[in-house]
């Protein structure tokens, strides 16, 4: 298994709602990372996770919480989003922090 | 500040031409750099790397280039394919950080029958 899986493959919310959006890889990498991606720019770094500890937080609002399970789990909890929050959501991981990162298919969020 | 960009937000190119993705960087720590290709509704692709210590790099069809004293990047792709229609980024490691890839602001290869 050499893939990144994400869902929803897409998701519509309003601003009052809460969801999550998860990604699973059964690589055994130890680092997962969320990236924002809007429309024609390149990925942007939201979070990194090392061997399931939080090391990375960009400086991302609180209405952004990730999650990390275990070490093929990674979840990003969403709570009273923006409708500039619209984006596509990526979620990588890779063997260690030093190493490639591979990217999953993405999450397109809609918030309405 | 760091910056990795791209020459050509846009290159057109007949089917079976050899097509060439430029992209500068600006720091001259970085030691890794990465092509990645995006087709439309999908994440990024892992299509090649290479480490500061070489200038060239190989795969299949795809040829990586660097230049660090002018601190340039190329991704070569031979024969280029309808298939190979996506926008290419470039991914930039920077020193001393964890695994913070900075990414080109990428170009859109459009490959023409």
């Known amino acids: 298994d050499t893939e990144v899986t994400q869902t929803p493959k897409h998701l519509v919310m309003g601003m009052t709602n809460k969801k999550s959006l998860k990604c699973e890889q059964h690589m055994g990498h130890r680092a997962m990372y969320w990236y924002k991606q809007k429309a024609k720019k390149p990925p942007e770094l939201m979070f990194v996770?090392?061997?399931?500890?939080?090391?990375i937080n960009e400086s991302v609002p609180s209405r952004f919480s990730p999650e990390c399970p275990n070490s093929s789990l990674l979840n990003l909890h969403l709570h009273a989003l923006q409708p500039e929050d619209s984006a596509l959501y990526l979620c990588?991981?890779?063997?260690?922090?030093?190493?490639?990162?591979?990217f999953g298919p993405g999450t397109r969020l809609t918030v309405l | 500040g760091e910056s990795v960009g791209l020459h050509l937000p846009t290159l057109s190119v007949q089917e079976g031409d050899n097509s060439i993705i430029n992209c500068a960087y600006s720091?001259?720590?970085?030691?890794?750099f990465i092509w990645y290709k995006q087709e439309s509704g999908k994440g990024p692709q892992f299509i090649i790397d290479i480490r500061s210590n070489m200038d060239k790099r190989q795969g299949q069809r795809v040829t990586v280039l660097l230049n660090k004293t002018v601190k340039h990047l190329s991704l070569q792709i031979a024969a280029t394919q309808p298939g190979d229609s996506a926008v290419y980024f470039c991914?930039?490691?920077?020193?001393?950080?964890?695994?913070?890839?900075?990414f080109g602001a990428g170009t859109r290869l459009a490959v023409h029958p």
């Open positions: 991914a930039e490691k920077v020193l001393g950080g964890y695994n913070k890839l900075i």
């Open positions: 990588a991981s890779s063997q260690t922090g030093a190493d490639t990162q591979y």
């Open positions: 720091n001259s720590a970085s030691d890794y």
């Open positions: 996770y090392s061997y399931e500890k939080l090391s």
